[in-house]
């Protein structure tokens, strides 16, 4: 899925709620996060391939900048970590990124192979650290959730690298930050028409209201990086900037949902026509009115069913040594 540092985790997230009538339970993000048991790279049988890899990120909670460093640390005290223009990077299996300052309540993502890990057969393994400057708190899911592997060997390593990558399908994680009094999810995406990723991926988000009087939910989306919405008209491939937030008001016992083809991120948060050339990858928050407990939220990554591939976009390009 493909994005870089300059564009955020667990399963099926339900929020604990402490009673009928009280405020949710606050998550707890920290500043500092090691995520073990990792792999990105490839894997070769009689000349095919199969790709493993993964993807990370952090989200700022907070009205003000921070900073956050990123620390790769390979098994093998050898290992050499790569950037996407081909460089060697890092010293005695450890390389790190940053610190990468994340804009107030902002993302920071970072996709691993072919940015950090060379597509060559050997294998990053090993774990990540994610550590903010002055000790200041975010939140970071775990990278092992949105680890993929090709379902078989191929001859060609981008369709490897496409095989692994396009049947993601995953639960997203939902966190009640209390001083905000905010619902993120820490994660949500679609991609649409691309040249690559033609199919791509939507989100599927549902609030349910079980409290005791009817809920007024405004919810939004924003951009990991730079902060604007990345799409483009197929036909020219000028940018199209779209007004990332909706609003609605659910009953009691009732349920809202943006799930099927028709209704989701895309077409419900974004107002993208189902024509456009979509590559987004962020994070979308929920705020309530009233704030009481009784809130269900779930939020789910799905592959595409359908798409055309257009002339927008960067074609496959694997970096497989550095120099």
Not at 109 to 126: I, K, Q, W, Y
Request: with cysteine; aromatic share 14%; hydrophobic share 35%.
């Amino acid at each position: 899925m493909k994005i870089s540092i300059g564009r955020v985790f667990l399963v099926l997230s339900l929020l604990a709620i402490l009673g009928e009538r009280s405020a949710f339970a606050q998550s707890e993000p920290t500043y500092s996060y090691t995520f073990s048991s990792l792999t990105a790279g490839l894997r070769q049988s009689g000349g095919n391939y199969k790709v493993d890899d993964f993807f990370l990120g952090a989200i700022n909670q907070h009205l003000s900048s921070i900073d956050v460093s990123i620390t790769f640390t390979a098994d093998s005290n050898t290992y050499v970590f790569t950037n996407h223009a081909g460089e060697c990077q890092g010293s005695g299996g450890v390389f790190t990124i940053g610190p990468t300052t994340i804009d107030y309540f902002g993302m920071a993502l970072v996709n691993v192979l072919n940015d950090e890990v060379l597509a060559s057969t050997t294998e990053f393994t090993g774990s990540v650290t994610e550590e903010s400057v002055g000790d200041v708190s975010f939140y970071a899911p775990s990278p092992n959730t949105f680890s993929v592997s090709s379902a078989s060997y191929h001859s060609s390593l981008c369709d490897a690298y496409y095989d692994a990558w396009e049947t993601l399908s995953v639960g997203v994680p939902i966190y009640w930050d209390g001083p905000s009094s905010t619902l993120i999810g820490a994660y949500a995406n679609t991609w649409h028409n691309d040249v690559f990723w033609s199919q791509g991926w939507y989100t599927a988000i549902t609030v349910t209201n079980d409290g005791a009087e009817t809920e007024n939910y405004t919810i939004g989306y924003f951009p990991a990086g730079s902060g604007a919405v990345e799409g483009f008209d197929p036909t020219s491939c000028d940018g199209i900037y779209e007004y990332p937030y909706g609003s609605m008001s659910v009953g009691v016992s009732d349920t809202w949902a943006i799930n099927s083809a028709t209704h989701n991120l895309t077409t419900d948060i974004l107002l993208a026509a189902s024509t456009d050339v979509l590559r987004q990858d962020g994070f979308f928050y929920i705020n309530l009115d009233p704030v009481v407990g009784g809130t269900e939220p779930t939020a789910y990554i799905y592959p595409n069913s359908s798409g055309t591939a257009s002339s927008c976009g960067d074609a496959c390009s694997m970096v497989t040594s550095c120099s």
